[in-house]
């Protein structure tokens, strides 16, 4: 349905080394949600499809049908934004660390930021690499 609007999407499957939700670790092949990517420029577009029940996607999609259920940020050093989050008083919903094709390894934290704004926030650490300078020709 969106692919004529913002794609091509690309399908995006995951390899977790752990994930966490409220507090409860997962198995790490539970398969939970559908997800796919599409790259706006500086926006990535990800569209998730919720499979499970128990699920923040799931809970989200039951109370507010189809919509925004989170923003994502990169940030350089997850462990140190979460501290922030957490010292305002928002609440963890979801941890995972996952690893990506390079090799390199990814984590992410949810947020239940949602009564402050209408929407949750996630917090993404992606490989340093992609935090590198640009090289300079």
């Given amino acids: 349905y969106y692919e004529p609007f913002f794609g091509p999407f690309r399908k995006r499957n995951p390899v977790y080394q752990s994930r966490i939700l409220w507090g409860k ?3 790490k092949d539970a398969i939970v ?8 420029g500086q926006v990535e577009l990800e569209l998730i499809q919720p499979l499970t029940e128990g699920t923040h996607w799931m809970e989200h999609l039951k109370k ?10 990169h940030v350089e050093d997850l462990e140190v934004e979460q501290e922030k989050m957490v010292k305002k008083g928002f609440k963890v919903v979801y941890t995972s660390l996952v690893n990506h094709p390079s090799g390199s390894l990814g984590k992410a934290t949810y947020f239940q930021t ?7 926030f996630e917090l ?4 340093s690499r992609l935090f590198a300078e640009p090289a300079k020709q």
């Fill in 33 to 40: 949600i559908n997800k796919a990517l599409a790259d706006l």
């Fill in 114 to 120: 949602n009564k402050v704004g209408g929407v949750n």
């Fill in 25 to 27: 670790e997962m198995p």
């Fill in 124 to 127: 993404i650490e992606k490989p």
């Fill in 64 to 73: 507010n049908g189809e919509g925004i259920d989170h923003l994502g940020f």
